[in-house]
Structures are given as structure tokens and as C-alpha cells.
């Protein structure tokens, strides 16, 4: 990580939670922001959920899920690029959306993870706690938490 002006790191490699929300948007604007500024690469990350009762009572439902936010995620793409920027799609498939992203975030050595402050979990996210929370308390590098 190269050091910018007042002291800030620009960072070279950015892990970005995106799930269509605007949150996410905001979080994405962010790091095309950040990584703007230090010629970085955004990892553009989807986690597809996997909730074994879904799955069990809707066949077919995380196939079209996948499908859907591979379209969402080529427009998120898009708009990296159009940038400037490179870019690297990340799937994960988990019930818990940040396991996947802690371990792309480690498997790609990034040096900054990029979230929006709430996603699309409306109920779940109430009953199951916050995924930037959990993000936070295992990831191996900083987290940026940006509101929409």
C-alpha cells in the first residue's frame, strides 16, 4: 500500500460486498473512489444465499438467484470498468454471507473490503445480526462501512 496525502493509504486491492442495494451502490461509488485514486483493482463480490429450507421447499431457486445477480453484477461491472478501473467478479454461495467474503478477501490478499452500512436482509438481518458486523469481527484487513 502506497501512502497518499494527510496520511491516507491508498489502497491497491478492494474487496467489494455488492448485492444491488443502494447501500451497496453507495459502497461500490466509494471504492471506484478509493481505487481511483490509487490505480487499485476492485473485487466485485455477490453472495448468493443458500438457505437449505429455501432450496428444499423452491427447486430451482438458487440457480435463478445465481442468474439474477450474475446480470445485477455485470452492470456493477460495467460501471468499474467504465472507470478505468480492472475488475474481478467474485460468486460466493453460503446461509452466511460473510464466510465467503472474509475468505475471498484473504484468498485475494485485498487490503480493504468495502460494504454498505445495510443490504438487502430486511427480516433476517433483525434476527441474524448484521453482516458488516460479521464482516468486521473476522475479516483480515481493514473494512470500510459506507451508508447509503
Not at 446480470?71 to 478505468?84: C, D, I, P, S, T
Given at each position: 500500500?502506497?501512502?497518499?496525502?494527510?496520511?491516507?493509504?491508498?489502497?491497491?486491492?478492494?474487496?467489494?460486498?455488492?448485492?444491488?442495494?443502494r447501500?451497496?451502490?453507495?459502497?461500490?461509488?466509494?471504492?471506484?473512489?478509493?481505487?481511483?485514486?490509487?490505480?487499485?483493482?476492485?473485487?466485485?463480490?455477490?453472495?448468493?444465499?443458500?438457505?437449505?429450507?429455501?432450496?428444499?421447499?423452491?427447486?430451482?431457486?438458487?440457480?435463478?438467484?445465481?442468474?439474477?445477480?450474475q446480470?445485477?453484477?455485470?452492470?456493477?461491472?460495467?460501471?468499474?470498468?467504465?472507470?478505468?478501473l480492472?475488475?474481478?467478479?467474485?460468486?460466493?454461495?453460503?446461509?452466511?454471507?460473510?464466510?465467503?467474503?472474509?475468505?475471498?478477501?484473504?484468498?485475494?490478499?485485498?487490503?480493504?473490503?468495502?460494504?454498505?452500512?445495510?443490504?438487502?436482509?430486511?427480516?433476517?438481518?433483525?434476527?441474524?445480526?448484521?453482516?458488516?458486523?460479521?464482516?468486521?469481527?473476522?475479516?483480515?484487513?481493514?473494512?470500510?462501512?459506507?451508508?447509503?
Open positions: 500500500m502506497a501512502e497518499g496525502r494527510c496520511g491516507l493509504r491508498l489502497h491497491a486491492s478492494i474487496l467489494v460486498a455488492y448485492d444491488g442495494s447501500f451497496s451502490e453507495a459502497a461500490l461509488d466509494q471504492a471506484i473512489a478509493m481505487a481511483t485514486a490509487g490505480q487499485g483493482k476492485l473485487y466485485l463480490m455477490h453472495v448468493v444465499n443458500l438457505n437449505v429450507e429455501y432450496i428444499a421447499f423452491t427447486p430451482g431457486l438458487a440457480e435463478k438467484v445465481a442468474e439474477e445477480a446480470g445485477m453484477l455485470q452492470k456493477a461491472e460495467q460501471k468499474v470498468k467504465n472507470a478505468g480492472a475488475c474481478e467478479v467474485v460468486m460466493g454461495y453460503d446461509a452466511q454471507p460473510h464466510r465467503p467474503i472474509v475468505a475471498a478477501a484473504k484468498k485475494h490478499q485485498v487490503s480493504l473490503i468495502v460494504v454498505g452500512s445495510q443490504g438487502r436482509t430486511g427480516l433476517a438481518k433483525a434476527l441474524l445480526g448484521s453482516v458488516s458486523q460479521r464482516i468486521i469481527g473476522h475479516a483480515p484487513c481493514p473494512v470500510l462501512v459506507v451508508p447509503g
